[in-house]
């Protein structure tokens, strides 16, 4: 479209002319002013604006304003983000934030970027799709923030709080009802616990079909079938001393969207079989119809159920807090696949697996009249998994870990102008992996788990320690603040473990970051704000995942002891990348809110090497677009008798290249790993009225509004064989609910 040719030329400079109006508009100073924003990016609620991180906070009104219904949708709006769903998982959440990426499934595999709910972090990406009620803050931290937040937050973090019991009567319900029969229905019940606390009952349920229509099958596929519930207890023990008990209990029966194939004839599954492996017959079709169809046989479903127990000791002394918090996570998950996206069955998988994560974590947190303030802490974690995979790749792994770690970070203001900021963060840990592997289509071994059949049966181990830390110079001046800061990190080596060879089950090393930062945060006049960040980051021993086919050299046998496809990880890379982030936001009426966010990156690879060969010149970052901008009005305005907010969004996102071996990879025979770039204009209406005894919420809105197509939202190249993803177009749906 011409507005996507056009972008960089008109739209952009639009955006920055919003950024800057704050420094050169004649606005009456206190006529308005904007909302402060409080954050918890360094363990103690403060401003936004006073925080030394590039932080980005999504506030509870925007997320009941606006388009922004689960973890995803955060990338529209967070400069530099990217964010999407694998099928292949249970509601798995591929992250990327300033180019540091994670694209997998396994569990003995670390993210590059850390998800924190309640203050919990979680060990899998399993389970960090979620939905967005009953928040409190989100908050996306960028950079890496192993001082506070600890191992595997090279990228940044997510974090996410839910509100506690109120320990007063009172309840929400809301009904969502939209395209692809979509119905959610959720609702929150706070109630007393005597005179000294509360509990909360909250409880969601959502169905939806899929937006493709399969014309193999000749139906429109289900979707979405999930039911969480949970409740919270919270008693305060005295006037400074409280506990928060939360249980929940979620129940995710997911049939993925129909994925399509993209295999070229270069794929060794298209090549000499028949033609329903191959591109010509699935994406090929797809395309054709907009990407509105698929022909894809057999459904993709991945169902996740499980607990989580979450436990916060909180006590306020003269001048500090502390703050316990425990946390647990038990689930099942069960995979399917059998046709990856053609019209016949290929390479069926079947994936049990299980998961437990136990961590404690305790605070001390200063609150000193001083110059002087800090946090300091220990943390422990354990983390198992097991997983069961086959018929045709037959492999059984056990993982473990254990980590541990000690922190603290130091604030010391050495006048009314001048702060240094000190952290660092001892980390210990250990791993293990038993893992046993049978030849292509022996599974009956597998089952039976016997060992005397088992074409390779590994026992590795892995340990790691390591010191990250974190320098920042902040200066004050009246209109905000300026800081520098440099800042390291690291993502904890380990086994990559669907292996089935000796290759395969080879432990790589843990990578680390050095990021250099330079940041203002500033409030021009009462209702406007402009924070710049600049970065240059540098990534040694990065982790690369490498699919190839199973008969290729690299794997170290043939195709019979590997299986169609050989994976394995390698500490192959180094990166450097840099970029700005400029976010901005003018009120200027009492009825006009407008925000602004642009990021920009330049990052690639200065040396890759795959078997002694450097082949840096030929690869590419995963998820890492060189812009990424959005831009957000919201007008409210009085009408009969309630408030009315409307609330518009542009986002866009360049294009993206995603997983590929890049040392076999040709451009010119495929498969296609670019995602092209694109905008998407998000459109609310939300209506507000008191009823008295309550208020009344009528909400319409409409995603994607222009674009009635489909788009391809995530690709992946197998080796042997490749897939896309797709995210829906326009989409319309409305919403009501009660609150009392």
Known sequence: MNYQKNFKKQVLPALISVCMVPLYANVAVGATVLEEVIVTARKRQESIQDVPVAVTAITPGQLERGSIRSVVDVAKLVPNVELHQTSQGSHSLSPSIRGLSYDDIEKSIESTIGVAIDGVFMASNSGAIFDFFDVESVEVLRGPQG????????????????????????????ATFGDESMTDLKGIMNMPLGENGGIKIAVKDIQSKSFLYNVTNDNRPDNRDSQTASISVKYNFTENTSALLTYDDYDHDTTAVDIINTTTAAGALCAGTPAQNCATVSSDISKASGYKNSVQLNPLTATLEGENVTFKLTHEGDGYQIKYIMGTMEYDELATLGSWGTNGVMFPVVREQTFEQESHEIQYISDLDGP??????????????????????????????EASAFFGEMTYDLNDDWSITAGARYTEEDKELYSRSWAILDFANRIAENLDAAINVGNPTFSDDNTSYRVVLQRE???GMLYTSFATGFRSGGFFNRGS???????????????????????PTENSQLNVTYFSTDYTDKQVQVIVPGDDPVCGKGTAENGVTCSFT????????????????LMPTENLTLRAAIGTLDGGYDKYDYDGVDISDKAYLMYAPELTASLVAEYTTEISGGSLTVTGSFSHKDEVYTQAAWATYDPVTGPEVVIESFETVDLSATYLKDMGNGTLKLMVYGTDIFEADNRINRRYDAGSFSWAELAPGRQFGVTLGYEF
């Open 372 to 401: 002087l303030n800090f946090v300091l802490g220990a943390y422990y974690m354990e983390a198992d998994s097991y997983i069961t995979s086959g018929p045709i790749q037959n492999f059984t792994a056990n993982h473990s870990l």
């Open 570 to 585: 390698r500490n192959a890379g180094q990166v450097s990348m840099d970029g700005i982030e400029i976010e901005a936001a």
């Open 147 to 174: 001082t506070l937040f600890g191992r595997n937050t090279i990228g940044g973090v997510i974090n996410v709080q839910r509100t506690e019991p109120t320990g007063e009567w009172g309840g929400k319900v809301e």
């Open 477 to 479: 001046f009246e209109k």
């Open 501 to 523: 060879n000796e290759a395969e089950l080879l432990p790589y090393q843990s990578e680390e970051v050095e990021s250099f930062e330079i940041g203002m945060r500033s409030n």
